[in-house]
């Protein structure tokens, strides 16, 4: 990973990390989730090991301004290959107006590193937010743009359209997803990567919960989809201690599909979850059901976080 990237994600785990502080005098809340995961390839392909890191916070400066910031962090070490290095960070302002309506930005960071000498490929991606909040129920739109590192060929620029919609069923329980596009045109290119999600989590009392997701990507010019679901159950360590964290462990499928054949993953990923601020329990940062319910603003960054 280049010195850029990891510069970015450490600061922005500094921000969560300094959220309680910050919400002595706003709102805040916040999570980071230490994981592990195991995954198993199909046909031979071996096996692949991944340690990941996940955060994410929110500040309230007021009753109009928010902040929020996020970062994941993937390290994989596939069987009789070099290590694969995938990071991201980023940050969303937004204004909410007394009607609801919500106006804002965001800045996206990606940086995949393959090993092998390959060397890094990274995207940035920015842009505006709109959308509507009320109670327990939230919608956004984003539009926006991503600049990549090599260059993309000049005269072909990159994309990115989506929504995500959230509601809160109870104090325990919520639901939500995301439907993105990525386009990738001009000089004759046309490249659409579209993702769809739904995700939701609930507890159940005596510090138990469970999550699931579900994220499908396709790819129109390789026609090419790959599909990622899985489910996942959560304890709450304060029912048997006072460590203030949750462990978790989720079961995940992933499929990929190509005119020239299928391969499939089967995945099982630990997870450690310590909540900062005012963070309220929920499905760990490092599960399916994460990523789809607060995606990435990009298709590609978004369809790697469902699957790892």
Do not use: C
């Amino acid at each position: 990973m280049n010195r850029q990237i990891d510069t970015a994600f450490l600061a922005a785990l500094a921000a969560a990390a300094l959220l309680p502080a910050a919400g002595q005098a706003q709102q805040a809340s916040g999570a980071v989730t230490l994981g592990y995961g195991y995954t198993d390839l199909s046909d031979g392909g071996g096996d692949l090991s991944s340690f990941t890191l996940d955060a994410a916070g929110n500040v309230a400066f007021n009753d109009n301004v928010n902040l929020g910031l996020y970062g994941s962090f993937v390290n994989a070490d596939p069987d009789g290959a070099g290590d694969i290095t995938l990071g991201d960070v980023g940050a969303k302002l937004v204004y909410q107006f007394s009607s609801g309506v919500i106006l804002g930005g965001y800045l996206d960071h990606a940086s995949l590193d393959l090993g092998g000498g390959i060397g890094d490929i990274d995207a940035t991606s920015f842009g505006g937010i709109t959308g509507y909040v009320a109670g327990d129920f939230g919608a956004e739109v984003f539009v926006g743009a991503t600049e990549t590192s090599p260059d993309l060929p000049s005269g072909v620029d990159w994309m990115d359209y989506g929504a995500t919609l959230r509601y809160r069923i109870s104090p325990t329980a919520r639901i939500g997803g995301h439907l993105m596009r990525t386009d990738i045109s001009g000089n004759g290119a046309d490249i659409e990567v579209d993702t769809l999600g739904i995700g939701g989590d609930v507890a159940f009392g005596a510090g138990w919960g469970a999550f699931g997701g579900l994220n499908h990507s396709s790819i129109d010019l390789v026609n090419t989809d790959v599909t990622t679901v899985g489910v996942g159950v959560s304890y709450d360590l304060r029912q048997v201690s006072a460590i203030p964290g949750a462990v978790s462990m989720e079961l995940a499928h992933s499929n990929l599909d190509t005119p020239i054949g299928d391969a499939n993953a089967n995945t099982v990923r630990l997870g450690l979850t310590f909540p900062l601020g005012k963070q309220a329990s929920g499905a760990p940062l490092n599960s399916v059901d994460r990523a789809v319910i607060a995606p990435r603003h990009n298709a590609a960054t978004t369809l790697l976080n469902a699957a790892f």
